[in-house]
């Protein structure tokens, strides 16, 4: 597979072909209920190698493995809170020490995705998370899991 640097104006005109190593690197992250104002939102960092993705933000630590079918990321995610802050219950309806998150999102280009994060407790589904990943930097020497 070659792999091209896509512009906004090649989007329309060539067929996104991705794999689990063109995600490679370090994205950003900014998630919040579908509907609300931007300063409503929150935002983490994503490290996506192989096929694991590992981040989180002053709250919560995620970690888990991803499949990608096509144009469409899917990811399960084991979610761990370290911060002692009550502004997540909001967004993922839980205060709980972990959780599971189910990650699916679109490849809008290589170096964006935009989806939905749903949050199941006891086999109640809760609203969906709107989400959006943004690469920030290519894997590099420095990005590396170890």
Known sequence: ???????RYDVDAMPLMLDGAALAGLWTLRFGLFGCRDDETHGGVLHVEGDRMAGGDGQLIFHGRFTLD?????ASLSVVRHGSG?????VFGTLAPMFQLDVVADAITADLFEGRIVHRAGGE???????????????SDRSQII
Do not use: K
Not at 1 to 7: E, G, H, P, T, V
Not at 125 to 139: D, L, T
């Open 86 to 90: 009550t502004g997540y219950a909001g």
């Open 70 to 74: 096509g144009t469409t990321l899917t």
């Open 1 to 7: 597979m070659i792999r091209q640097n896509l512009s």
């Open 125 to 139: 589904a809760r609203p969906e998370i709107r989400v959006v990943m943004r690469r920030f930097e290519p894997m």
